[in-house]
Nanobody, 122 residues
């Protein structure tokens, strides 16, 4: 099992930037992929971005492509989500998740953090 702790959320204005962090501990060697998901009030949890620990392959949802960047620091067991040009529609609780499948499907991820709130005002 992997323990995940997100940080870096906050309240910003449209056009601003934030960097989220996801610190992993536990059996990280068993988690080959880390994903970021988000959930807005009244909406389903949706995929944002994912990255392989080995090789660093990344993939993004169309809604964030070109604005968000996912990266990892293997030595620190930490994954980051750099969010630029934020929009009000990016407002959500952001979760990181770990799994073994290079997938955008939430049910392919076994371990989840508790989330961090991002609020973007216009």
């Amino acid at each position: 099992q992997v323990q995940l702790v997100e940080s870096g959320g906050g309240s910003v204005q449209a056009g601003d930037s934030l960097r989220l962090s996801c610190a992993a501990s536990g059996r990280t060697f068993s988690s080959y992929v880390t994903g970021w998901f988000r959930q807005a009030p009244g909406k389903e949890r949706e995929f944002v971005a994912r990255i392989r620990w080995s090789g660093g392959n990344t993939y993004y949802a169309d809604s964030v492509k070109g604005r968000f960047t996912i990266s990892r620091d293997n030595a620190k067991n930490t994954v980051y989500l750099q969010m630029n040009s934020l929009k009000p529609e990016d407002t959500a609780v952001y979760y990181c998740a770990a799994g073994i499948y290079y997938s955008s499907y939430r049910y392919d991820y076994n371990d989840w953090g508790r989330g961090t709130q991002v609020t973007v005002s216009s």
